[in-house]
């Protein structure tokens, strides 16, 4: 074993030893002794026996005598232990310790290897990857070949490290590409980690989430300390060895530069690469763009088209309704277009189509495209109703401490309406809520549910319809209400799920601790992408039903219902479908709500038709405001 900037042991095949110098050229090697060498004096005796060796020391000769016998003892001590210590194998076995040391250089250059080529994201793995020339190794072994001894050691540290986190990026990029289809931002996204541990402690508990969080400790530290002794370990090896080191680096850069110049590939993927320099060169665009973003934003965020209307001159054309802006959580469009899911989606889509109008309700449905896919619920939210494009949690925080208007908000505004909120997804203060405008937020503690968690979410959708019924919508004499809900039974991971039950059994929930034990397990289902799959379209036929039965039952003349979805769910569900789009849909009893959207050009039903149009998810607050204003 060698570290960093120390000497480096040799041993022979006759367990003698040496060191080797900082620049790897061997020094002498000398036998090993279990006696300590004679001093020039006692040498000078044993040549000459005549000489008289009774002669008086002088003063300080005690002194000396007793700390030569102390470095004797010490050495003699330094000896033992390396005869029975961890290294005295090396000496008995001098075979098996070239063989070890062998194996260990094989596996620091596989390592080395590895990290330099190493994709960040999952599908682009495959054997191709890791048999390319990249350009940064073959700069970095010329470099540490060109420079003296005490900067080659402190070069070779320092890459090693810095291969080390470029690999950790690298894989958590592959996290996020799995999830949130898009790389780790360095600027924006660390909050992100606090919601991901989150998610793990009410998916797999607080256990699941400790371990989990060891884990990627355990591995960050690793792979630091690995790479960091991989590189140092080869630098060491070519330095002992420089000539064959400078013809190899030769040869692959040559190599490098043929192969890139006449563009050879195996399969779709070039052999010559300079895959980490675009990697980081694309990082640091991308912390410049974040770092540019806030003034972007706040440019963007000054202009209102509604700032300056009157009270009395918003959203007239639903004055005397019930307006309720519903999300349902990952309700994407693979949902209904996935070749696997499509035939039960839309069965579940068309039955809702005829009961609402069996109900006297007619609807109309479009797509929008939603700023985030896979989780960020709350990025999607905003943008829908603040009317600006809230991609990351810089622009959420600048939005949720300004004075911009939301769809909300102006609803409030306008004194015409009750503001509520169901959000049963909201387990702890949620200060942003006074933002959106709510008179009352009702969160999972308030909603009256005493049934169970189903994994992430906690409380079952048909009990959150039920419970504002009860709180809110029901009441007698009261004044509109403009409510925001949101729909989280099919929020990932979609196991267990709950299951449609008769509207009068629900009582305060109690009911589901049977249904969950019925349901499936999260750490079965995961295992088999296929079964997520099945289990998301359930989880989304449930909402669904959840939404749609209870217009059914509690809709009336004065209800209009806006449903949609707030994102994509991750790509383990859209199976390579990068698209953020998610169907919207407008429901109404009275015909005239309709009749003013009627040049939108959206498809008549729950279902959306393929080419119905499609907007940007932060243009709808300003058309809506429009169609339901006085010119509308």
Not at 155 to 181: H, P
Not at 320 to 332: A, M, N, P, Q, R
Request: aromatic share 8%; net charge neutral; proline share 6%.
């Amino acid at each position: 074993m060698t570290e960093p900037g120390s000497d480096t042991t040799l041993s022979d095949a006759d367990g003698n030893t040496g060191t080797a110098s900082p620049d790897g050229d061997a020094a002498t090697t000398e036998p090993h002794s279990d006696t300590a060498p004679a001093d020039a004096d006692s040498g000078a005796a044993a040549a000459d026996p005549g000489r008289d060796t009774d002669t008086t020391p002088p003063a300080h000769a005690p002194a000396a005598r007793e700390k030569g016998d102390d470095a004797v003892e010490g050495a003699a001590a330094v000896s033992d232990r390396a005869r029975s210590g961890w290294f005295a194998w090396r000496r008995r076995c001098p075979r098996a310790a070239r063989g070890v040391s062998v194996g260990t250089t094989v596996l620091a250059g596989a390592l080395v290897v590895f990290a330099l080529l190493l994709p960040n994201r999952m599908e682009r793995i495959e054997f191709a990857s890791f048999v390319r020339i990249p350009a940064e190794g073959v700069l970095l072994a010329g470099l540490l070949l060109a420079l003296p001894p005490r900067p080659r050691r402190i070069m070779a540290v320092v890459s090693g490290v810095f291969l080390g986190l470029v690999t950790v990026l690298k894989f958590v990029d592959m996290g996020f590409y799995q999830v949130l289809a898009r790389p780790f931002d360095l600027v924006l996204d660390w909050i992100l980690i606090e919601h991901a541990t989150d998610f793990l402690r009410e998916t797999f508990g607080r256990t699941g989430q400790v371990l989990a969080v060891i884990g990627v400790i355990v591995l960050l530290v690793a792979v630091l300390v690995l790479t960091t002794l991989a590189v140092v370990r080869l630098t060491n090896l070519m330095v002992r060895h420089r000539p064959v080191a400078a013809r190899t680096t030769l040869i692959l850069g040559t190599a490098w530069i043929t192969c890139m110049t006449l563009g050879v590939q195996i399969g779709t993927v070039p052999i010559a690469t300079k895959g980490n320099a675009e990697f980081l060169g694309n990082r640091v665009d991308q912390v410049r763009a974040g770092l540019r973003d806030a003034r972007v934003f706040e440019k963007q965020a000054a202009v209102d088209a509604f700032a300056k209307t009157p009270p009395d001159q918003l959203l007239t054309g639903l004055r005397g309704k019930d307006v309720l802006f519903t999300f349902i959580e990952s309700y994407g469009r693979v949902a209904i277009d996935d070749p696997a899911m499509a035939k039960q989606t839309d069965a579940v889509l068309k039955e809702g189509t005829a009961s609402l109008k069996a109900a006297g309700f007619e609807s109309r449905s479009g797509w929008l495209q939603s700023p985030v896919t896979g989780a960020g619920s709350w990025l999607a939210h905003s943008t829908f109703l603040s009317g600006l494009w809230i991609k990351n949690q810089q622009r959420y925080r600048s939005l949720t401490t300004s004075d911009r208007m939301t769809l909300t908000n102006y609803f409030r505004k306008t004194g015409a309406w009750r503001t509520v909120g169901i959000v049963p997804g909201v387990r702890r203060a949620w200060p942003e809520g006074k933002y959106f405008g709510l008179d009352h937020i009702y969160d999972s503690e308030r909603l009256g549910y005493h049934g169970p968690y189903f994994s992430w979410t906690p409380v079952p959708d048909q009990f959150s319809m039920e419970a504002f019924q009860r709180l809110e919508h029901g009441k007698k004499d009261r004044e509109p209400i403009m409510a925001e809900i949101i729909l989280a039974s099919s929020h990932n991971p979609w196991s267990p799920i709950a299951r449609m039950i008769d509207w009068e059994d629900l009582g305060d929930g109690s009911v589901f601790h049977q249904i969950k034990k019925e349901g499936t397990d999260p750490t079965e289902v995961w295992k088999d992408p296929e079964k997520v799959r099945t289990e998301y379209r359930r989880a989304i036929e449930y909402s669904i039903r959840s939404l749609t039965e209870w217009v059914e039952r509690y809709g009336d003349e004065d209800t209009v219902l806006v449903f949609l979805g707030d994102h994509q769910p991750v790509p383990t569900v859209t199976a390579g479908d990068t698209g953020k789009d998610v169907p919207i849909t407008i429901v109404a009893h009275d015909k005239k709500v309709l009749d003013r959207v009627a040049d939108w050009g959206w498809t008549d039903g729950i279902k959306p038709a393929p080419d119905a149009p499609r907007w940007g998810m932060d243009k709808f607050r300003d058309r809506f405001m429009t169609a339901y204003g006085p010119q509308g």
